[in-house]
């Protein structure tokens, strides 16, 4: 997979991943990856264009 930037409210730090899971919910898609510093998970807007291009 793409490697994609996430942010981490909680911890108030950037990463990066490249296993996450593409979701939608209320027509909107996400890119969504387990923290790195917990058990959370970080959600990242991402477009549907995009959304398309990752699940391949």
Do not use: P
């Amino acid at each position: 997979m793409q490697e994609l930037e996430f942010y981490d409210v909680k911890t108030k730090n950037k990463f990066k991943a490249t296993e996450y899971q593409i979701k939608e919910k209320a027509g909107r898609c996400f890119a969504v990856a387990k923290s790195k510093a917990g058990t959370h998970e970080c959600w990242r807007v991402i477009s549907k264009d995009q959304a398309a291009k990752l699940k391949k």
